[in-house]
Each structure stands twice: as structure tokens, then as C-alpha cells.
């Protein structure tokens, strides 16, 4: 048997301690193997015969000191100047006083200060004017039972002459638009249903008013609901 090499293993040696190697600085048999298992030049040395039993010896690294790099330094930026604020609002060429001035005047209207209207308050008033000659009929004429009439001032069912009023065309505009949307109708809840029990405080049989009409209380309906359920749930657990 050689020691120091995987037929050696094969014939028998397998532990460090039995090997005739173990403690010297030839590979024991264990070792012989692992190497020729995992190093391909030492197996193809193996199978040409040319193999010994030195153990192979591996320089130690040398460790590179690393250079640290020099640090940059920061780029100087430019000192900061300071804000300037912005110039006030020029009132060149306006009219105040009127709607118009409105649009430009918003603060520090100087006729606020010699006691004469503003440009604020003459557009408000120009507006509230606007909105009366509307609703007394002058102007454009109101197409009643459209949108378009609601938007104008028509916002009275009693007073609007068409047979769908304008704010029942804007409900039915809204209502269009959210049932495209995919938004369902929202259920009414009514007395003498389960729902009821859980939408309304009704808990007693002389207090709901379907009972009271000869029906069935909602808490009637109610008990009748859950005994079902758990009684189709003990069917389906059977």
C-alpha cells in the first residue's frame, strides 16, 4: 500500500490517525483523495504516474497596502446675494372703480382711500346686476328643462315651466354619469327587511313601523335571515 495517495484511500486507509503519513509533512491518504476529487492538475499527475506525496506549499499573500486617495477639495461657490423683493404692482392706465379694473386691481385700490368704490366692489356689483337681469328675463332666453338653464339661474322646481325641470335634468345628467362609471344605485332600505334591522335602530317588534302595519318587524326578519344561513352552513359542514 502507498501512502500519501488516493489508492491508498481504496485500499483501505481512511482515517487521518491510521495513515503513516499523519503528523509529518507528506499528505495522508484522506488528503490524497480530496486533493485528486477536487484539483485537476494533481489528478492528471495522478493518472500519469508522475505524483508524489509532498504536500503542495502556497505562498502567503502579500497584503497591498491601500493608498488612500486624496481627498478633493470643494469647488468655492459664489457668495450669495441677497433677495431682491419684488416690484409693487403698477396701476398705470387703469380705470379703477370699475368691473374691469377688477381684473388687475386686486389689493390697495387707491379709491378705498378717498372714499369712493372700489374695483372689487364694482365688479360684485356688476354681477349681482348681471344675475338679476337674467332671472328677470332680459337677454338670451332661458332653455328650460336642459343644463344649461340650471347653470343660468332656473334652480326652482316650481317656478321652472318645462315638463322636466332644469334641476331634473342636472340630477339625470349626474346620475347618467355615474352609471357609466359602473356605480350601482344606491339600494333603499326599508322596514320589515334585514337590511332594516342593520340600517335603522329598530330592535323592538312594537317599534317597527312595517309591524305596526301588519307585516313582519325587522328583527323578525332578521332572526330569520341568520337561522337560515347557519342552518345551510351545518348542512354544508355535514
Known amino acids: 500500500m502507498t501512502h500519501g495517495t488516493p489508492a491508498g484511500y481504496d485500499a483501505g486507509c481512511h482515517g487521518a490517525g491510521e495513515c503513516v503519513n499523519h503528523g509529518s509533512d507528506m499528505m495522508t491518504c484522506t488528503e ?20 508524489t506525496a509532498e ?17 478633493r477639495k470643494p469647488t468655492p461657490r459664489a457668495p450669495k446675494t441677497a433677495k431682491t423683493s419684488k416690484a409693487p404692482a403698477t396701476h398705470a392706465g387703469l380705470v379703477h372703480g370699475t368691473p374691469y379694473g377688477a381684473t388687475r386691481c386686486k389689493t390697495d385700490c387707491p379709491n378705498e382711500a378717498k372714499g369712493l368704490i372700489t374695483c372689487r366692489q364694482a365688479s360684485r356689483d356688476w354681477q349681482n346686476a348681471y344675475a338679476a337681469r337674467r332671472r328677470a328675463g332680459n337677454g338670451a332666453p332661458i332653455v328650460h328643462g336642459t343644463t344649461t338653464g ?28 355615474t352609471r357609466s362609471k359602473g356605480i350601482k344605485p ?7 327587511t334585514a337590511s332594516g334591522y342593520r340600517t335603522f335602530p329598530c330592535r323592538s317588534r312594537t317599534e317597527c313601523p312595517a309591524a305596526i302595519a301588519g307585516g313582519k318587524s325587522c328583527c323578525e326578519v332578521n332572526s330569520a ?13 355535514a
Open 225 to 237: 335571515a341568520v337561522v337560515a344561513k347557519t342552518k345551510a352552513r351545518l348542512a354544508r359542514a
Open 150 to 177: 340650471y347653470q343660468m339661474g332656473c334652480h326652482d322646481r316650481a317656478k321652472c315651466p318645462a315638463e322636466v325641470t332644469c334641476s331634473d335634468a342636472v340630477r339625470d345628467r349626474e346620475r347618467a354619469r
Open 186 to 192: 344606491r339600494t333603499v332600505v326599508v322596514h320589515g
Open 55 to 71: 504536500r503542495e506549499q502556497f505562498a502567503k499573500p502579500v497584503k497591498v497596502a491601500k493608498v488612500a486617495a486624496p481627498k
Open 32 to 51: 490524497a483523495l480530496t486533493r485528486y476529487r477536487g484539483e485537476y492538475a494533481y489528478r492528471r499527475a495522478v493518472d500519469a504516474g508522475t505524483a
